[in-house]
């Protein structure tokens, strides 16, 4: 058996590319499954359309802003609070692993 008494042969290694595949995944499915949550939250509780809620999320987290549409309750408003901080990280995170994947990529092809 090998120093990696877990059994897992390097898996749990955050080096490792299916440890990098692993979180990446993790990271972009809650990124996906926010967007859906805070899309629900918004249509029902602001009585928005299903376009105006996505369409809210998505500037949102992304920091755009238009002001456009804002929430108007207060329940919406402090939902609105962590759902914009979590939304930032999520995002960030994919967004992070997506480049580093591109320039290992590109170092990949400059070396061979």
């Known amino acids: 058996m090998s120093a990696d008494s877990s059994g897992l042969n390097g898996a749990a290694d955050p080096e490792s590319g299916a440890w990098r595949d692993y979180t990446y995944r993790i990271a972009a499915s809650g990124a996906l499954l926010l967007l859906a949550v805070g899309t629900v939250v918004y249509h029902f509780a602001e009585d928005w359309?299903?376009?105006?809620?996505?369409y809210f999320c998505t500037n949102a987290v992304t920091t755009v802003g238009f002001g456009d549409l804002s929430p108007t309750t207060d329940g919406t408003k402090l939902f609105t609070?962590?759902?914009?901080?979590?939304?930032?990280?999520?995002?960030?995170l994919v967004l992070d692993e997506r480049l580093r994947r591109h320039a290992?990529?590109?170092?990949?092809?400059?070396?061979?």
């Not at 609070?81 to 960030?92: D, H, R």
């Not at 990529?105 to 400059?110: E, M, T």
Request: no cysteine; aromatic share 18%.
């Open 81 to 92: 609070i962590f759902y914009v901080f979590a939304g930032i990280a999520l995002f960030s």
């Open 49 to 54: 359309s299903w376009v105006d809620s996505i």
């Open 104 to 112: 290992r990529a590109k170092a990949s092809r400059q070396q061979h």
